[in-house]
Nanobody, 123 residues
Framework: QVQLVESGGGLVQAGGSLRLSCAAS????????MGWFRQAPGKERDFVAA????????YYSDSVKGRFAISRDNAKNSVYLQIDSLKPEDTAIYYC????????????????WGQGTQVTVSS
């Protein structure tokens, strides 16, 4: 199966920034739409952002629009999530996900998942 490894999480003060990375062990990375999801303690896993295989189509959750930016580098088999103006509400485990075909925003539609990286925002 496709292996995804997230990195870049950590403990950050409110207002700070983080850049999350997801490295994929796949030969044809450009064939995959990629997504970022997050799960806060005691809550369901929520959609954050997604990007098509070409990078031409991007979707964001309304709660992160304007602060988060998803991007990908197919030459490096990687997808990134730049997070600015962090809020305590952003505290969660952030997961990278992959699927073939059209980019979508439903977690159940992504068959490949990474282990997650913890983002903790202090007030």
């Amino acid at each position: 199966q496709v292996q995804l490894v997230e990195s870049g999480g950590g403990l950050v003060q409110a207002g700070g920034s983080l850049r999350l990375s997801c490295a994929a062990s796949v030969r044809t990375f450009s064939n995959y739409a990629m997504g970022w999801f997050r799960q806060a303690p005691g809550k369901e896993r929520d959609f954050v952002a997604a990007i098509s295989w070409s990078g031409g189509t991007i979707y964001y959750s309304d709660s992160v629009k304007g602060r988060f930016a998803i991007s990908r580098d197919n030459a490096k088999n990687s997808v990134y999530l730049q997070i600015d103006s962090l809020k305590p509400e952003d505290t969660a485990i952030y997961y990278c996900a992959a699927r073939t075909g059209t980019v979508l925003d439903g977690s159940a539609l992504y068959p490949y998942w990474g282990q997650g990286t913890q983002v903790t925002v202090s007030s």
